[in-house]
């Protein structure tokens, strides 16, 4: 049993997970976003704490009815490499199947990680079929335009790589 727990996010948490994403957008590994965007996704997050300090969070972003994101998965530095990130995202991918998402798709630099846990490099954009590409076209979240490779959102994705797992 890990010395941490997983749980969904609360109000609460907020500052804890900006603190968290803080150093690592300050090396810019992961953006940085107002208190607002993560109260307005906060449904979407887990954390992983211990005796009430988190040591690290994860969100859960559909994009479509097979697809969704994993996003802002994150741990403090002091806890990296001990199983903090592969519990976030084992249970992240566990809810994807829960509730019916087939595909996963994230944004990193962290290619051997997210390898190891089973995804793969997207090649190219045939991760989905023209007619839903134009309606996640229609969509206003940066991610969605992120997975789409939109040329908008380039100066934004820092030279991260795409990744996508099947379910």
């Given amino acids: 049993m890990p010395p941490f727990t997983l749980r969904s996010a609360r109000t609460s948490d907020v500052a804890g997970i900006r603190q968290l994403v803080r150093p690592l957008a300050d090396r810019r590994v992961l953006l940085e ?24 969070c994860g969100a859960l972003h559909v994009m479509w009815e097979d697809l969704a994101e994993i996003r802002t998965l ?13 519990a976030l995202l084992r249970d992240l991918v566990d809810r994807a199947r829960t509730i019916g998402v087939s595909r996963l798709f994230c944004l990193t630099f962290e290619v051997d990680f997210f390898r190891a846990m089973g995804f793969e490099v997207m090649a190219n954009q045939t991760a989905v079929d023209p007619e839903v590409y134009s309606e996640l076209l229609r969509s206003t979240d940066e991610g969605v335009a992120e997975f789409l490779d939109l040329a908008r959102v380039k100066p934004n994705t820092l030279g991260n790589t795409r990744m996508i797992m099947n379910l």
Avoid: M
């Fill in 74 to 86: 994150a741990t403090t530095d002091s806890h990296r490499g001990q199983g903090v990130g592969k």
């Fill in 33 to 56: 976003k107002e208190a607002v965007a993560y109260f307005e996704s906060l449904q979407e997050f887990i954390v992983a704490e211990d005796a009430g300090e988190l040591l690290g």
